[in-house]
Each structure stands twice: as C-alpha cells, then as structure tokens.
C-alpha cells in the first residue's frame, strides 16, 4: 500500500511539472502574440505619422509656392533694394576676382619680403590696375570726346551732301526716281531728328553722369575696400564658404561632384575673361596703328569700338565694324570698302592666330554652341549676357556632360562621343 501512494504522490509531482511547462510556454506564446500586435500598431502608427508628415510638408511647400507667386512683385522690389544695397560689394567682388591673378604672381614672385608679400602684391595690383584706368582716361577719353562732337556736329553736312550725291544720280521723270527720292528724303529727315533729338541728348547725358561723381565714386571706394578685403584673406573665406556647403550637404558624391563643378567654373571664366581683355586690348592697338596708316577718319574712335565689341566671341569685330563703317561711308565710300577689308582681315588674323595663342581652348565649345550662347544670353541679359555667356553655357555643358557619362557608365555603355558615330558602311547603305 506505501508503495502504491508513493507512486501516486510521484506521478503526482511529474504531472504538476508537466502543467507548469504548458502553463509557461502558453504564457511565452501569448507574449509573442502580444508583442507583435503591438509591433504591428507601432509600424502602423510610424506610417500614419510618416504620411501625416509628408502631407503637411507638400501642402506647406504648396503655400509657400503660392504665396511667393503672388508676392513676387514685393519681393522682386526687396531683392531690387538689396541688389542695389549690396552693388558696391558685387562690384568689389568681380574687380576682386579680376585682380586676383595678377595678385598671385606678384606674390609668389615677392615672397622673399616675408609676410609682407601678399600685402605689398594686392597694393602693386591695385596701383597698377588704376594707372591703367587713369592712363586710358588722360589719352583716350579726349580725343574720343573730341571725335564724338566732331561726329554730331559733321554728321547732318555728310548726311545732306550724300543725298544730293544720290539724287544726281536719280534725276529723271520716272516714277522709279521718284520713289526713291521720296523714301531717301524720309530717311533723311528721320536721321537729321535722330542727330539732333537723341545723339545729342545721349552725349549731354553721358557727360552729366561722368560729370556727377557722388555715389558713384562712394560704391567706386567701398568696392575697392571690398576687394582688398578679399585679396588679403581670400583663402579663409573660400574655406568658410566650402565649410558650409559640406556642413549643408550630406552626400560625399555630391558634394565631391560640386566642388570639381566649381573649379571647371572657375578655371574657365578666369581663362575666358582675362585672355578676352587681352585679345581685345591688342586688336585695338592694331586697329588703331592700322586706320592711322591708311589716314582712315575717326581712328579713335573706330579703334575703340572694334576693341570694346571684340570682346564678344565670333561676331564681336563685325557689330563693331557695322557703326564704324557707316561713320567712314558718309566721309569717303573708297575708304568705307578699305576699311571693310581691314576688318575681315583683322578678324581673320585675331581668329586663327592672337585668339588661339591667348585663349587656347579655354571654353571647349564648338562654333554652333557659341552662336546659341550668345543668341541665348544675349537675349536675357543684353550685352553682358553676349560677352559672359559663352563661359556659363560652357560651364553648364560640362556639367550636363558629366552627368550624362556618369549614366552612361552606370548602365556599362561608352562615355566617349566617338563610339556612337555611325561606320560609313551604315550610311552608304
């Protein structure tokens, strides 16, 4: 009988264990059940609130967007008042960015001074770039005065002496002449109004603005300070403004693709700009030397314009040639056609040996993309755009260059322009 309860009381006890391990792996699995309900609320309250917050995000931008475009009036005013608050620190910064080059190779070449070197090369720089002005302005603005005045004041008499040169030609009863007659007069008194109303008005007004220094000369000195400024520290305010960019932007690849963006930028407009002053400096000496030799009339003033309009790529000489050769038709027409063969022959020279020898290829751009930069730029921003446009469309091609070989090595296809060229085989069939 003890055996019997013994056996009992021990499948007793094994039962218990039994129920205790059922009784804890049901408590495990309605654990597990809970916790993942309660994961699955989690990620569907993470989700609500992700949408919730794109949704106001979009709808803000929306507003913003709107409110912009129906504010853009009172903010282009605001941008207008800081643009013209700022002009003289715009101004400092391009006559800074001008400078510079020629503030580096004076201080590398000044470095046995000590510390002193960047100082006394930014203060040679400036000297020199305003006895350039200064020079130009005591040799040149004179005579281009003068030849200006002699201009308004001969320019009815030339006029009235090639019309009645013209009409000896046309005297006769045919309707033809009269025609001509009637349309030669018209012209002519629509010049001898333009010579009177607006040439001498245009020249009255130059002069009161050259005249009237005040706040041009005030925004001429601030500049100035501006540039010396930045001449004198301008590594640490480039690190400064690479400083935040990465602080900004968090993607190495893109940011490593910006600064080399920037650079290409750099080397090209600098390339650009300076070998354009250059190139045009010359052709007008040439220009001048040359129409001072063939005792042409208004050399000065013909010189400057053909330097001033080549520093628009490809058709520069030729808009400055149009002006120049219509001031020549009106003294001498055997002069005029002189002077039209100058110019092709100077273009021709200035395109295929002082351009190349200065420039190179600074740009990397083809004829026609020259043409649609200036048609483009030129239509935007006038005669800034013509002579600054063809540095951005290279800049925004090298750009769009590199983001489309970039494409194009992701999906393993050549970058190189070449292996997309056609075999002649293809086209002759």
């Given amino acids: 009988m003890s055996r019997m309860g013994g056996r009992r009381s021990g499948m007793s006890q094994r039962e218990i264990r039994q129920n205790e391990i059922r009784q804890n792996d049901t408590m495990q699995k309605a654990g597990i059940l809970e916790e993942t309900a309660q994961k699955g609320t989690d990620g569907k309250g993470q989700d609500c609130l992700k949408w919730g917050l794109t949704a106001f995000v979009s709808l803000s931008a929306v507003i913003v967007f709107f409110f912009f475009l129906f504010r853009l009036p009172v903010i282009g005013g605001w941008l207008g008042v800081m ?10 910064m391009v006559l800074a960015y001008l400078l510079c080059p020629i503030a580096a190779f004076l201080e590398r070449h000044l470095r046995r001074i000590g510390r002193f070197a960047r100082l006394v090369s930014v203060l040679v720089t400036l000297a020199l770039a305003f006895a ?8 040149v603005l004179p005579q281009l005065a003068g030849s200006v005045s002699e201009l308004v004041g001969e320019l009815p008499g030339q006029l009235q002496a090639q019309l009645e040169r013209l009409s000896n030609y ?7 002449g009269a025609a001509v007659m009637q349309m030669v007069e018209s012209v002519e008194k629509y010049l001898m109004n333009w010579t009177r109303e607006n040439l001498l008005s245009t020249v009255s007004s130059i002069s009161g603005r050259v005249l009237s220094l005040g706040s041009m000369l005030i925004n001429l000195v601030v ?3 501006v540039s010396i400024y930045l001449l004198l520290d301008r590594e640490r305010y480039l690190a400064q403004c690479r400083k935040l960019f990465l602080a900004v932007s968090h993607n190495d690849r893109f940011n490593a693709a910006v600064l080399d963006a ?13 070998g354009k002053l250059v190139d045009s400096l010359i052709v007008g000496v040439i220009c001048f030397v040359c129409l001072t030799l063939l005792r042409m009339p208004y050399a000065l003033l013909v010189s400057v314009l053909v330097g001033v309009t080549n520093v628009i790529p490809m058709f520069g000489p030729f ?4 002006p120049s050769a219509f001031l020549i038709l009106l003294v001498s027409p055997a002069k005029c056609v002189i002077f039209l063969i100058f110019i092709i022959l100077l273009q021709q020279v200035d395109g295929n040996i002082i351009g190349p020898r200065i420039l190179g ?11 649609v930069a200036m048609l483009l730029f030129g239509k935007l921003l006038g005669f800034l755009g013509m002579i600054v446009g063809v540095p951005l469309f290279a800049t925004l091609y090298y750009i769009i260059k590199r983001l489309a070989e970039h494409s194009l090595r992701k999906r393993n296809l050549p970058a190189e322009t070449e292996a997309y060229l056609r075999p002649e085989k293809e086209n002759v069939s």
Avoid at 134 to 139: E, K, P, S, T, V
Avoid at 266 to 274: K, T
Wanted: net charge positive.
């Fill in 170 to 176: 046309l005297k006769s009863d045919s309707e033809a």
């Fill in 361 to 371: 290829n600074s740009t990397g751009l083809s004829a026609l993309y020259v043409t």
């Fill in 262 to 274: 920037v650079r290409q930028t750099d080397r090209i407009f600098s390339g650009f700009i300076s």
């Fill in 223 to 225: 500049a100035v300070i």
């Fill in 132 to 139: 350039v002005v200064a020079l130009f302005c005591a040799l």
């Fill in 319 to 322: 808009i400055g040639a149009v």
């Fill in 83 to 92: 643009l013209s608050a700022l002009k003289p620190v715009l101004i400092g």
